[in-house]
């Protein structure tokens, strides 16, 4: 007797044991959240092996280099149909819907930190700090253990770089040092944030005198500005 597919009428074969044709069954373990998972874990532990992943490349490489010509168009021209099709669907994504899938990754990378405190997280990436270094500062800081030394003395040594620079100036330290990514940085500030580096390191905010004396304006001649 015949059988056929669970999910679609295609003939299985005598020695068929999963009760679905091959496509189905694909479609059926991928569906499984057990059975994804257990996979990625073995594909993991795979690609752990160095000699493995070094073979799998030169593989690739290979395979890549003996590709026939027309494989190769073939190939191109799928990635212009794909760059195309991303293209115009970019351009129908609004400012909402660009805003409200921000706001999901967020909620999905950020799903370990109350929303109250991924300011701080975000902060202290700006500041230079590697992702992992900056996740545990929050979560010590979230458990009420207090600031690490080292980052409230980083904190007061970074007034004066503007917190929009200082991951520029965390790249440009780890290249060159810090005197003369500090040297680069101030050089390239605008006078505003050169004054707000100033507030920030202390200084006082002073008021500036008001010279008028609540006359007639004179100009250099004698004529009141009133009678021009």
Known sequence: MTRTCMDCPTELGARNLTGRCKSCATRHNNADPVAAERRRQGIARRFADPEY??????RCANMNRHISPEVREQRRQHGHRMTATLRAANDKITKDQRMAAGAARSA???AWCPPEWRE???DLKRRGRRAADAKRL???LIAGKP?????????????????ARRAEYASARAALGAAE???????DMTPFERQMARIAAGAQLVA?????????AYTLGGISSGML
């Open 53 to 58: 992943r070094a073979a799998h490349a030169a």
């Open 108 to 110: 999905t990378v950020l």
């Open 181 to 187: 990514a500090r040297r680069i940085i101030e050089a």
């Open 120 to 122: 701080k997280y975000r």
């Open 208 to 216: 500036a005198p008001d010279t008028r004396t609540g006359g007639p």
């Open 147 to 163: 600031m690490p030394t080292p980052y409230a003395k980083q904190r007061g040594a970074l007034n004066w770089c503007p917190p």
């Open 138 to 140: 929050v979560l010590d």
